[in-house]
Nanobody, 125 residues
């Protein structure tokens, strides 16, 4: 049974930083692409970042490029999202998701079968 548990969300002022973590259990974490998505109130869920199973392929949404960094630690079965220079428009629930096996990663949420419960990120102006 695959489980994904996010942590690290919270309230931060604009310009601040947060690091989200997503701990995975079940399955062989190191063989799967992983992704981060977010959903703001009244908006559809959107892609934030993805990392391939080997960690070589990394993708970012244009809105976070240069501010967010995705990484993974296969020894800890954990994927991270370092978020710097946060803006009020980054406020959302952030979800991690497990992608396809032996895949380089994707922005398309239909490629992700398992999702965490989400962690709230609130950025005040």
């Amino acid at each position: 049974q695959v489980q994904l548990v996010e942590s690290g969300g919270g309230l931060v002022q604009a310009g601040g930083s947060l690091r989200l973590s997503c701990a995975a259990s079940g399955g062989t974490f190191s063989t799967y692409a992983m992704g981060w998505f977010r959903q703001a109130p009244g908006k559809e869920r959107e892609f934030v970042s993805a990392i391939g199973w080997r960690g070589r392929n990394i993708y970012y949404a244009e809105s976070v490029k240069g501010r967010f960094t995705i990484s993974r630690d296969n020894g800890k079965n954990t994927v991270y999202l370092q978020m710097n220079s946060l803006k009020p428009e980054d406020t959302a629930i952030y979800y991690c998701a497990r992608g396809r096996q032996f895949n380089s990663g994707s922005h398309d949420d239909s490629n992700y079968a398992y999702w965490g419960q989400g962690t709230q990120v609130t950025v005040s102006a």
